[in-house]
């Protein structure tokens, strides 16, 4: 058995949004809880974390080893390194160092179902207010008759309910038992796929005495910690106090997406020359990608670069140019931002027009524009247009035939060319096979989510941050 003290390192903490969503099921009406789910989908990291907010209990391991857990869980490693965890007598609870703690750890693979009712007898004596976790449960609970069953769990119950303490059941399976009828809160963790990528969600089948706004998460174990993910509102984000955005400088062969995230994940950054297609999923559109974009056109000109797009259908000019100037200084934007329109628009500096009666006319008055801008340095230069806005204008072999030569440009002057397409466009294969970069942005369950389709990667979670006053794009892979 081991206890813990109840300080934890601040490298343990997990992020806050993921904190609060967990807190409902440690609320004072929530009395027991029933985590369930297959092998391997995060139960007993998900327990360990609510321990750790809860912050005091006992670990009751009908599976593992104390030593087994600590090499299944690195995450309690730095607890014992730093003797934080302190090891007593699994008879007596007598300390053999230290003093008494808020946590402990006790081994009960070859336990019945009397010994874990001693267990947390012995546990609520010596831990006041326990948070009481049983993996896994149904280890012992199915070697007694089911009517045996019940009656231990409505001692345990009982017993838990008359010392405020808390019941934490962790069980494998899949159908309904006694167990989900008695306790207060049932939470279900799944394995699941997105387009052949490992995909975890969180299912929130009861909690007592809260309102449940969503039945599911996402969420991830990287880095051995359980983090689930709220649901991010898809519009336009607001910026309470802008602040001035801060670059990351580009490298020799990559011009950097101001995100260290999104720079590891293009494989180092936007290399020089690359032409990268966005793709949106179903569920998202402009409004998602528009942090994204934002912090690629502000990194570049914070970086003596420029910028020249041409929007998509349904995004206004005046709303991509004030994404920018929220952060990036008036005299730079002047410089530095070019948006193009087919249609009418106000006077500014920063807007120019194209000709919708003529594919060659609009490029033409693009690149006219692009060698004003970048002068006589040959500033670096992001070139990104909605390829929708072009297959309304014009044809879909004419704005192909665009495409093709915005790629030729960038490639011969070592610039980034980004376009953004909507799911379905059947333009879609001909600009995966022209990309570099074929990238899919889309939503599930709420959460932003985006992997490469050309090369292969993972899945990862979006997060946009803004707690520094400008767009910073966090990612996480689901792990």
Not at 464 to 478: A, E, T, V, W
Request: one cysteine or more.
């Amino acid at each position: 058995m081991l206890t813990v003290k109840t300080s934890i390192a601040p490298d343990l903490d997990a992020g806050p949004d993921s904190d609060e969503m967990l807190k409902p099921l440690l609320k004072s009406q929530v009395k027991s809880i029933l985590l369930k789910g297959e092998p391997g989908t995060g139960k007993t990291t998900l327990a360990l974390e609510l321990l750790r907010i809860y912050g005091s209990g006992i670990y009751v391991s009908t599976r593992v080893s104390q030593e087994q857990s600590k090499d299944h869980h690195p995450e309690l490693n730095s607890l014992f390194d730093s003797g934080e965890a302190i090891e007593i007598n699994p008879q007596d609870y007598d300390l053999k160092r230290g003093s008494s703690s808020a946590y402990s750890f006790e081994d009960l693979r070859f336990s019945n179902p009397e010994d874990v009712v001693n267990s947390v007898i012995r546990a609520i004596q010596k831990v006041k207010k326990p948070m009481i976790i049983l993996d896994s449960w149904d280890a012992i609970a199915n070697r007694t008759e089911k009517s045996e069953r019940l009656k231990v769990e409505q001692s345990l119950s009982l017993m838990a309910l008359g010392n405020e303490a808390k019941l934490l059941f962790v069980s494998e399976e899949p159908q309904l038992t006694t167990t989900d009828y008695l306790v207060d809160a049932v939470v279900t963790l799944q394995n699941d796929l997105y387009e052949g990528r490992r995909v975890r969600r969180i299912q929130w089948n009861k909690i007592r005495g809260s309102a449940m706004t969503n039945w599911s998460n996402l969420f991830t174990l990287f880095d051995g910690r359980f983090t689930a993910f709220s649901q991010q509102a898809l519009m336009w984000q607001h910026i309470a106090e802008p602040q001035p955005f801060v670059p990351i400088a580009h490298k020799e062969a990559f011009y950097s997406t101001g995100s260290d995230d999104l720079d590891a994940f293009f494989g180092g950054g936007l290399r020089k020359t690359f032409f990268v297609l966005v793709e949106f999923g179903q569920y998202v559109g402009s409004a998602a990608f528009n942090p994204v974009s934002t912090s690629i056109r502000c990194n570049f000109i914070m970086n003596d670069g420029c910028s020249i797009t041409i929007p998509s259908p349904g995004v206004s000019a005046n709303r991509i140019k004030e994404s920018v100037a929220h952060h990036v200084p008036t005299k730079l934007i002047d410089s530095s931002l070019r948006l193009a329109y087919f249609e009418l628009f106000d006077v500014d500096p920063c807007f120019f027009s194209l000709n919708a009666s003529s594919a060659k006319e609009s490029f033409d008055k693009i690149m006219s524009e692009a060698q004003k801008i970048k002068g006589a340095k040959n500033r670096p230069c992001v070139f990104s247009f909605g390829s929708e806005t072009l297959e309304n204008v014009f044809s879909r072999e004419e704005a192909f035939r665009f495409a093709q030569g915005m790629v030729q440009r960038v490639r011969h002057f070592g610039d980034v060319l980004y376009v953004v397409m909507r799911r379905g466009s059947p333009l879609v294969d001909q600009l995966s096979n022209l990309s570099d970069i074929h990238v899919k942005l889309d939503q599930i369950d709420g959460t932003i989510v985006i992997h490469r389709l050309k090369p292969w990667s993972q899945l990862f979670a979006v997060i946009y941050d803004n707690s520094q006053g400008y767009p910073k794009i966090k990612l996480m892979p689901f792990v």
